[in-house]
Structures are given as structure tokens and as C-alpha cells.
């Protein structure tokens, strides 16, 4: 692995940096979480998409810039350390995009992909159910063939859908074979999210804001077109999400250098003997992620896949978010309870802990990649009745 970046990479890296430096927010916007900051994020994706810089390792006929992977990392890394807002058009650019390129109709290609470059289209991924959390074979939301109209009907329930209340659209499985077997029978549907027949319920979080949701499928129907691969080969579709999710593109090392600076400054603000190993380890952590995630890119570079190894990625990043923070509020004390002007950072500290309590759970709980590292990196059997430990 070569760690030594060429002319044109300093280069793409420098011009990331300048355009960064003119054009992030000077104050921060309010959480996504919120109606208002909702539509604040979604202005923000225009302005990233005016200066081509909201999806860059796309081809530049859908607004990218044909960035190779490199590129990519050098864009997250500067994009973090300059503090730009988080990204409210994730779940499509990250989630939805990889697998429309690789799935979708050229018709799909076409009507949506420029559509989530510029947060003109946001969309909610509606995968967890209840009963069927990070189980996604398990789940019972259901799809009948309707011939006559050329699609499909959907009935049954969504939950734990980031920010559904206010996107426009949403992507999820549904078993449309309810005699096959639990990985089999399952077809990938797009929907809109105000059609007829669908509800959007808010969850309240803990500090009351309604970035989840609940979605209600009440006899919807979605045309052929809106099918994402062959019908009943969802899972196969879905697995290719879930390996965008769990692996590198979601949680890219820029973040967690960012957070571990952070909590370095805020130790020296607040120098505490106490945590000092606390902040030394997280920042080891931050820099072990990044060169981890480099290793990676080496070896996709090669021809290499990334497998079972984006399990690996996932519960180390999820707790080493989850370090970082923690080690903050015990530096802040009482004042970690602060919010709004006159808190430590705006209360940030306190924000983000809470999203890191929810890294261990989401896309796919850390219990289940530990399975699977057990399973498919180390070559551990099941438990005894066959079932997972």
C-alpha cells in the first residue's frame, strides 16, 4: 500500500479544500432531524450539486465527476475536516445509487439519479419492520401481482425510516412469493411516499425531534416500472445495499478524524488527567480507521471485493463513534447538559452522543456482524441446534 498521493490527487484535493473554505455554512445548520433544518440540508445539497461536488465518483452525465475512489476518500476526508453539514441526501446517494447503477433500468437510471444529485429528491429507506429489525428475511410487508394495472400492491408496515415524515420518496423489500423460503420471494420496490394508500407516522427520538417514521402500506400500488431488479431477486438486490451500508462508503474515515481533533481541542480547553488515555485511545482509533480504510481502497484498487470485511468496518466504526463521544461528555461534566447558546460547541457534544448510541444498532446490529465475522471470516460453526449464537 502506497500511501503517497500523486500531482493530481494533491491537486483534486486542494481544489475540494478551496471550495469548501467558500462555501460551508459559517453557521451551523440546524439538525435534519427538524423540519426547518430539513429544508436547510436540502438547500445545501443544491448548493454541493451546483458546484459538482455532491456526488463525485459519479459519471459525469449525472452530475459527477468521474472521481476514482481515492479522489473519493481525499473529497470525505476534506469534506469533514471542513465541518460541512451532513449529508440529507445519504440514503439515496450512498444507499439507493450504487444499486441503480448496477440494477436499474436505464428508464430508472435516467428519472432518478440526477433527481437525488441536488436534493430535488430525497429518499427514505424502508427496510426495518416490526419483528424484522436487522432479521431482514423476516419481514411480512407483503406484494400481490395485479396484472390488469401492470404492477404491484403493496400492504404492511415500515418503521425506523430516517427522516420519511419529509422525503419524497422510498425504496424498500416486500414478499411478493409468501411460499418461498425466507431469502427467496422478496421484490425491491420504489414508491413515493405520498401515493395513495401510504402513511407516514413520526417517531419522537430522545430529545423529541421526529427523525424516524413509521410507514403504513394500505393496498399502494406501484407499477413495473418501480420494480429495482427482477421481481423476487430482492434479496440479492438488497444485499448489495447492505454492503454499501455496512462497508465504506457509509462512515468514511474523514468523520472520525474530525471528531477525534475535536475531542483532542476539547481536552486541551479542559485538560482532565482522568481522560487522558480515554482521548489518546480514541484518537489511535480514528487514525487505525483511517488507515484501515485505506488498506481497503489498496486492495479494491487491485480487484479486490469488499465481502465479510465491511463487518469488521461497521463494529468499529460504531463503537469507536460511540468512544469518542462518551469521552466528551465526561470532559464536559454538567455541562454536557447545556443546549443552544452559551453550551460548549452549541451543545453539539451532546447531539451527536445521542446519533452514536444508534451506530451499534442500524444498519445491521453489531450482534449480527459479529456473526458474521464468526461465521464467514473466522470459520466458527453455528451453535448446536443450528441456530446463530
Known sequence: ?????????QQFAAEVRQWLEENVPATPLPSMDTEAGFAAHREWEATLADGRWSVVSWPEQYGGRDADLVEWVLFEEEYYRAGAPTRVAQNGISLLAP????HGTPQQQERYLRSMTDGSLIWAQAWSEPGAGSDLAAIRSTARRDDARGGWVLN???????RAVWADRGFGLFRSDPEAQRHRGLTYYLFPLDAEGITVRPIAQLDGTTGFAEIFFDDVFVPDEDVLGAPGDGWRVAMSTAGNERGLSLRAPGRFLAAAQRLLDLHDARPDVREVDAVVDAWIGAEAY?????????????????????????VFWSELDLQIHESALRLLGADA??????????????????FSLAGPIYAGT?????????ERILGLP???????A
Not at 156 to 162: D, L, M
Not at 290 to 312: D, N
Not at 369 to 374: D, G, K, S, T, V
Open 1 to 9: 500500500m502506497n500511501l503517497d498521493l500523486t500531482p493530481q490527487q
Open 99 to 102: 444499486i441503480l447503477f448496477q
Open 156 to 162: 404492511g408496515q415500515k418503521i425506523w425510516s430516517s
Open 290 to 314: 483511517r488507515l484501515f480504510t485505506w488498506q481497503t481502497v489498496s486492495a479494491v484498487q487491485q480487484g479486490h471485493e469488499v465481502g465479510a470485511e465491511g463487518s469488521i468496518n461497521k
Open 337 to 354: 447538559e447545556l443546549r443552544g447558546a452559551g453550551a460548549v460547541d452549541d451543545g453539539r457534544w451532546a447531539e451527536d452522543y445521542l
Open 366 to 374: 453489531n450482534e449480527v456482524q459479529r456473526n458474521i465475522i464468526a
Open 382 to 388: 453455528r451453535g448446536a441446534d443450528g441456530r446463530r
